[in-house]
């Protein structure tokens, strides 16, 4: 048996990580994504430049994981027992959860069309966060007889997602309990 030699330093302190991660939704929120800097970050959560480029390599990396961390964007999966009434409750809180975290997630979106690597760590991270809940919720529809064995769950997993995040840009505004219900009585209940 091969001893491991003891790490040096000290080990890292999740406070910092919180600290560093609330700081990065805050400030993006305030000044978008484009004028969020690593160092600004770094003061607003006390701490030391070294300590967040220690943590995340880039910008990038660091606001991917503040959006889905600390945002709260992410629901709870609900289990009524009903393909509609999770699909209606899931997406009204997702509603909620974009109406808290709005203005870090509108400097998010805006920059994802020009932003090929902030494009690709959204959709690793927030976006396939979203659509794991949406898709536990088509697999348990699928288990309990509601949809049909060959339902295409990758497809009906992502639309709802899909939908509500292009809701603003083709409605010019927010989408509402209204459009969440149009989405699950159009798509999320069987006949």
């Known amino acids: 048996?091969?001893?491991?030699?003891?790490?040096?330093?000290?080990?890292?302190?999740?406070?910092?990580?919180?600290?560093?991660?609330?700081?990065?939704?805050?400030?993006?929120?305030?000044?978008?994504?484009?004028?969020?800097?690593?160092?600004?970050?770094?003061?607003?959560?006390?701490?030391?430049?070294?300590?967040?480029y220690l943590r995340w390599p880039n910008k990038v990396a660091l606001v991917a994981e503040a959006m889905q961390r600390r945002s709260g964007v992410v629901p709870d999966v609900p289990d009524s027992g009903s393909l509609p009434g999770d699909m209606r409750m899931f997406l009204r809180a997702l509603l909620q959860t974009f109406g808290t975290a709005s203005r870090a997630m509108a400097a998010v979106m805006g920059e994802v069309g020009s932003h090929p690597e902030l494009r690709a760590a959204w959709r690793k991270g927030v976006a396939a966060a979203l659509i794991d809940c949406a898709r536990e919720i088509v697999e348990r529809a699928v288990a309990r007889g509601e949809l049909p064995a060959t339902s295409d769950t990758e497809l009906l997993s992502m639309l709802p997602v899909t939908l509500l995040q292009n809701w603003r840009l083709e409605h010019d505004s927010s989408p509402d309990d209204a459009a969440v219900e149009r989405i699950v009585r159009q798509f999320y209940t069987p006949a």
């Open 1 to 52: 048996m091969v001893e491991r030699a003891p790490r040096r330093g000290r080990p890292r302190d999740p406070a910092v990580d919180e600290a560093v991660l609330t700081a990065a939704v805050e400030l993006l929120a305030e000044a978008g994504f484009a004028r969020l800097t690593m160092e600004q970050v770094a003061a607003r959560a006390g701490v030391g430049k070294a300590s967040v």
